[in-house]
């Protein structure tokens, strides 16, 4: 299994920026996959979801009606579009699927700083 982000960067509150999650070594369309965020000092946070059934996602709080995740099961690919950043969106983000086991990609930094 492996995952690689790609995608994070500087951007000014406000911004936006779209992360991408390459997958291979399972059978993408058939598994949900989720972004996970962590900031320095803070636990690993929950940010978005989406099953292998198309339209079925879910959000932290603190990203509804900012964030979007969706996938593109032909490429293997899951995204994370995310909008009107904010300094708090700080953090390494990483994209997470269960194959039984839990795997993770190496992450992608977003900073959100003027």
């Known amino acids: 299994v492996r995952l690689v982000e790609s995608g994070g960067g500087l951007v000014q509150p406000g911004g936006s920026l779209r992360l991408s999650c390459a997958a291979s070594g399972f059978t993408f369309s058939s598994v949900a996959m989720r972004w996970y965020r962590q900031a320095p000092g803070k636990e690993r946070e929950l940010v978005a979801f989406?099953?292998?059934?198309?339209?079925?996602?879910d959000y932290a709080d603190s990203v509804k009606g900012r964030f979007t995740i969706s996938r593109d099961n032909a490429k293997n690919t899951v995204y994370l579009q995310m909008n009107s950043l904010k300094p708090e969106d700080t953090a390494v983000y990483c994209c997470?699927?269960?194959?039984?086991?839990?795997?993770w990609g190496q992450g992608t930094q977003v900073t959100v700083s003027s």
């Open positions: 989406i099953s292998s059934v198309p339209g079925n996602t």
């Open positions: 997470h699927v269960r194959v039984p086991n839990n795997y």
